[in-house]
Each structure stands twice: as structure tokens, then as C-alpha cells.
């Protein structure tokens, strides 16, 4: 009989590789994290095969399908039921038991979507999944060889959570989220012939011999910025319905905000993001906020910084690459920085204590020349390691390893 990977031989000897990619994140334009990654992955794998991207998702936005159609003629939408759409009290009932239970795999995909799967992973070569919620929805069908994308390490970030939250209850809930992901993530280095992730640190953290690296990146302008920034502004990008973003930017409001204000009471925070639910808007005098911005490069050339003051994560900060690639300086806690390859001083200033963050916010405020620096550094880290045309090699030589 012949082996997996002999069939994978005879298949690939005269034809490229057939890729199936299956994401639970999408919007076009890609502006979150995980489909900015999602997006810019497929364009790089289909360099070297056939790439198929499957979109499983229980909010399929139409836009986002209609512009997906046009760039990727191999596009399958498959819709989940919404938790919405039990009769209570079960869908209330069940999303909380697929939250914080250990063995709970979310939503599976109905019969015809199962079907439909089975067809395209029979005809494809290699299954990449980005991210275990991709992979949940089908976790009953029989795979060819596969890649799993854990991005974030899920249990990481709540098992930070857990130690920053002073709420009894919510601390609990993390500690249950943290067993149940690592659950699942290290059955992961098991079930999948090659896991990834995205940074040394996290490759080190599983040590196992099936993990490689695929950083985060962001996508290398056509020409080098010019900068042109306003002492009295500082910057933040992210969706405030994310748990990371939103506890960090109250933290900094809290906590640091006031010291900047009390030396600089002209200072700006500019705030890019989605406009969050009222339950996630965070407010201060002094605070801006820009909602979704489609392009923000020429908002972002004019912070002398971007904040980034998150308190807890997984994975690393796609916001900290965009920075580097507009030619603003950062200043992030240490656990914001994580994974990307930032010297302290050299290519970010990293602070976790609030007089130090703030510190760190109006020195580049008052010495334009250091976050030059800062910045030219950032610039070069960016273009030599986290472009996609980097990183993609990466993509590609992890298919190259497997059909081979």
C-alpha cells in the first residue's frame, strides 16, 4: 500500500500542490489581525500551488464574499449556524458550555457544508487551517496532509488574563479557557503533520519537531514614508471589542494618561478602530476617536507614537509591524512586544510600569531626533524580517516540506 506521503509524490510530480486554506477570520479589505494574516498568506502559498480558500464563519458578510470572488476564483463561504438561532435558553446554554468546558468544540458545520468539505479536502493536496476554529467546525472528516496555524497561543493569553484580572469570577473563567486551550493546542502537535505559529518564543514554548515559525507581517509600501509628527499626538490602533485592546487602553487611561496630561495638558490620544459597542468605548479627556480608517497611513505619520499597552496576549501584534512599516515609533509593554524581534532602545521603548510609560511617551514628544532613530530602526527590523514576501518563503517551504 502506498504511504501518505508517496501518494502526495505521484500527485505532485507533473502538477503544483492544491492548497485548501480554512479561516474562521475574513474581511475584505483585510483590516483584522487574523485576516490580514489569512489574506496575505494565500497570496503568498499560491505562488507556489492551487490555493482554495474556505471561509467558515456565523456572520458571512456579502461585501467581504464579493470581493473574495474577485481575487481568489476558488472561494467556498461556509455559514454556521449563529448561537442567535437556538431556541432559548439553549443557545445561551450551549454557547457557555462551548466557552469553558474542556472537551466543547463550538459549532459544527451542517450536514451539506460536512459534505462539501469532505469533496475539497479529498481533492486538495494539503489542508492548511488558520487557527482550531477552523478546524472545529469539521472535526470529524479525514484529512490528506495538514497544516495547522495556531497564530495566538489561546491558553497563553488567558492564563495572563487570569493573573491581571482582579475580578474573582473573571479570573476563574480564564483559568478554565487556559485548561481547555491547552487542551486542544497540544492535542494539535498530535493530530497535524506540521503546527506553526508565529514567533520563536512561542516555537521554543511547544518544542516539539513539527512546529515551524510563519511570523506576522505587514504589507512593505511602495516607497519609504515621510514622517512628519506632532509633538502633542500619540496614536492607537485596534478593535476595542478585543479583550487585550480594550483592558490595556483603560489601564493607560487609568493610570498613565493623567501623568502626560499634567505635563502636556494639549496631548492627543488618536484612536483607529471599528467603533466599538457603548460597552467597550473608552473615553477621556483628550481622546479621540477615528473609527475605522481605510488606509491610515498618513493618520499614523503624524504620531511622534503609537501605544501599545496590552496587558495580556498570545501570538504578536500585527499593530507594532504596521508602525515599523509607516516609520512611527512604539512605545508597548513588554507582553505587548512579545515575539517580535524589538530591542529595547533600539527599535521600540518598552515600559510596564505607568511613570515609566509615560515617561517614555513625552520623551519622544520633546526629542523628535530619538524617535527618528527609533523609527529608522523599526524601518530596517520590518524590511528584513516581517514583509510578506519574507515571510512567505517561510508559507511556501512548509509545502515544499510536506509533498515532499
Known amino acids: 500500500m502506498q504511504t501518505k506521503c508517496e501518494a502526495m509524490i505521484g500527485k505532485t510530480k507533473t502538477n503544483t500542490p492544491k492548497i485548501l486554506y480554512v479561516t474562521p477570520f475574513l474581511d475584505m479589505p483585510p483590516h483584522s489581525g487574523g485576516a490580514i494574516r489569512t489574506v496575505n498568506l494565500c497570496r503568498q502559498l499560491s505562488q507556489c500551488g492551487q490555493v482554495t480558500l474556505v ?4 456572520q458571512i458578510d456579502g461585501h467581504t464574499v464579493e470581493l473574495c470572488r474577485k481575487e481568489f476564483p476558488a472561494f467556498h463561504p461556509m455559514a454556521l449556524k449563529p448561537y442567535a438561532d437556538y431556541p432559548a435558553p439553549w443557545g445561551r446554554i450551549k454557547h457557555k458550555w462551548d466557552m469553558h468546558w474542556p472537551f466543547g468544540y463550538g459549532i459544527a458545520a451542517d450536514a451539506a457544508d460536512q459534505k462539501r468539505f469532505a469533496e475539497l479536502a479529498g481533492s486538495h493536496d494539503v489542508v492548511w487551517f488558520h487557527t482550531l476554529g477552523a478546524a472545529f467546525p469539521f472535526r470529524k472528516q479525514t484529512l490528506p496532509l495538514s497544516v495547522m496555524d495556531l497564530d ?9 488574563r487570569r493573573r491581571h484580572d482582579t475580578n474573582l469570577r473573571f479570573r476563574w473563567s480564564a483559568k478554565v479557557q487556559s485548561l481547555k486551550w491547552r487542551r486542544h493546542e497540544f492535542d494539535a502537535l498530535k493530530q497535524y ?8 518564543h512561542d516555537r521554543q514554548y511547544l518544542n516539539t519537531a513539527n512546529v515551524r515559525v510563519v511570523p506576522n507581517g505587514f504589507t512593505l509600501p511602495p516607497q519609504k514614508p515621510d514622517r512628519a509628527p506632532d509633538p502633542h499626538r500619540l496614536g492607537f490602533i485596534g478593535s476595542l471589542g478585543y479583550g487585550p485592546n480594550y483592558d490595556g487602553l483603560v489601564w493607560f487611561r487609568d493610570t498613565v494618561w493623567p501623568l502626560i496630561r499634567r505635563r502636556k495638558p494639549h496631548m492627543e490620544l488618536r484612536i483607529v478602530g471599528s467603533p466599538p459597542s457603548p460597552r467597550y468605548h473608552v473615553a477621556a479627556p483628550g481622546f479621540t476617536h477615528l473609527g ?16 501599545v499597552p496590552i496587558p495580556y496576549g498570545g501570538g504578536t501584534r500585527i499593530k507594532i509591524l504596521e508602525a515599523f512599516s509607516r516609520m512611527c515609533p512604539v512605545v508597548a509593554t513588554p507582553l505587548g ?8 532602545q533600539k527599535e521600540i521603548l ?14 519622544l514628544s520633546d526629542r523628535p531626533e530619538k524617535g527618528k532613530m527609533l523609527a529608522e530602526a523599526g524601518w530596517t527590523l520590518f524590511a528584513e524580517k516581517y514583509t510578506w514576501d519574507k515571510i512567505g518563503v517561510r508559507a511556501r517551504n512548509i509545502i515544499e516540506e510536506l509533498v515532499k
Open 152 to 160: 495566538d497561543l489561546n491558553h497563553c493569553k488567558y492564563d495572563q
Open 55 to 58: 471561509w467558515v464563519s456565523q
Open 292 to 307: 475605522y480608517v481605510e488606509d491610515p497611513a498618513a493618520e499614523i505619520q503624524r504620531w511622534s507614537a503609537m501605544i
Open 350 to 363: 518598552l515600559a510596564d510600569a505607568p511613570r515609566q510609560f509615560a515617561d517614555c511617551c513625552l520623551d
Open 337 to 344: 512586544a512579545q515575539g517580535i524581534e524589538a530591542a529595547d
Open 193 to 200: 503533520d506540521i503546527v506553526t505559529v508565529c514567533s520563536e
